[in-house]
């Protein structure tokens, strides 16, 4: 929409108070802080909602791969053959075999329940979710036969554990003996603690090489799973349905969402939900400029009904109105960015000192899994956030510039 430049001139001088009208400012005013408000809650909302499901997908997949074939009894006694061919199928990018139980931990006298996991040394070696999270002590002392293992930073804190101290794991997989079965305890020297940013992870992972882990459950030579990463997450099922297929009889193939349905349903349900109840601040904030811009053509009928004698047509009325209406929305959409942004940026800072001024603690990773408060802006949706704003304000300013456009010059001067 290219403005003349007298037409431009008139859109400025409309645009700013005149002796009179600054209710209609303020109106005008209050509309460009509401879209700001708006696009700045849609923009800080989406992108810390998928910055959520992003830190879950990456953190949970980084652990327990895109799908696991898990044995039955918790055996998986032909896992190499299984191994072997998983790894020659199209797009399996690897195949982990893994050792997972839940068992029971003490530490001087305390004790936790943890979920004792064994991997080979390899694989320990190549998981950088793990290894780039170290918080203490050394992952290269897990080794086979060496009785060291790795525990998370949130069991470390529960049971008062330290590197160099000594964990004994309880399993109920014991001797039996004539007055029942008589639990196994093994003890373990700590020799790392990791901090994976999930806090059910951090709660309750000991990690071990896979034939300590073997030897303290008692499974021989088998193991529990085997985890599998693919080049496509979203089509896991269809890339390893042999498998699923060829070894129905030895264990179930589960992948990503099955294994966290509930969760990933949620938070989609809530991104869904939590986009068009903040829109309504940018509808309000639209109605907002259509009262102030009908407001303005009320007070400025004089004014346009002498451009209309003038010589200015009718295009030039609409063209000056929209363009009042879509600058206010424009002005307070390029605002809402920069703030949230900013916002974003500094998003943890936020949430520390509203926590300190509160007295509340308003990230529990407890209850929201991740420790820290994660963002993620995807350009796609943030482009849709400004055609929402702008959009929706250039429908709402049609109708104040079709009735400044049609203002009728005779009848409103026949009288001056």
Not at 254 to 277: H, K
């Amino acid at each position: 929409m290219i403005l003349s430049r007298h037409e431009r001139m008139i859109a400025k001088r409309y645009l700013l108070p005149g002796k009179g009208e600054r209710f209609i400012f303020v109106v005008a005013a209050i509309s460009f802080v509401a879209v700001m408000l708006g696009v700045m809650a849609l923009v800080v909302v989406m992108s810390v909602m998928n910055g959520f499901r992003a830190d879950l997908f990456d953190k949970i997949v980084g652990l327990n791969g895109h799908a696991v074939m898990q044995g039955y009894s918790g055996r998986l006694p032909d896992w190499r053959e299984i191994l072997e061919e998983s790894r020659e199928l199209d797009g399996v990018v690897s195949a982990t075999p893994l050792i997972e139980q839940p068992l029971m931990a003490s530490y001087s006298g305390r004790v936790e329940g943890v979920l004792a996991r064994g991997m080979q040394v390899e694989d320990i070696r190549s998981n950088e979710l793990i290894n780039s999270n170290i918080i203490a002590g050394d992952m290269n002392l897990l080794t086979p036969g060496s009785n060291n293992v790795a525990i998370g930073s949130r069991l470390a804190t529960a049971l008062g554990a330290v590197t160099g101290g000594q964990i004994s794991l309880i399993s109920p997989q014991g001797r039996t003996t004539p007055f029942g079965t008589v639990p196994r305890i093994v003890s373990y020297d700590v020799a790392a603690i990791f901090e994976i940013g999930i806090y059910d992870f951090d709660k309750a992972f000991v990690l071990m090489p896979m034939e300590d882990a073997q030897t303290l459950l008692m499974l021989d030579d088998a193991v529990g799973m085997i985890e599998f990463d693919t080049v496509d997450p979203e089509n896991v099922g269809e890339i390893l349905e042999p498998i699923a297929r060829n070894y129905a009889g030895q264990g179930v193939l589960t992948d990503w969402r099955e294994m966290n349905t509930q969760l990933f349903d949620a938070l989609a349900v809530e991104r869904v939900v939590m986009f068009w109840v903040l829109s309504l601040i940018i509808i309000v904030a639209v109605f907002n400029i259509l009262s102030s811009l009908i407001m303005l053509v009320r007070a400025k009928t004089r004014d346009i009904a002498i451009l209309r004698t003038m010589g200015a047509s009718r295009r030039s009325m609409m063209k000056i109105f929209l363009t009042i209406g879509m600058t206010t929305s424009g002005l307070g959409t390029l605002a809402g960015l920069v703030l949230g942004f900013v916002l974003l940026r500094y998003r943890q800072g936020v949430v520390n000192f509203v926590q300190t001024v509160t007295g509340q603690n308003l990230w529990d990773p407890s209850i929201r899994f991740i420790t820290e408060l994660p963002a993620r802006t995807d350009p796609f949706e943030v482009l849709g956030i400004v055609a929402l704003a702008m959009g929706s304000a250039f429908l709402f300013t049609l109708y104040p510039a079709f009735k400044a456009a049609s203002t009728d010059p005779v009848q409103v001067l026949r009288y001056e």
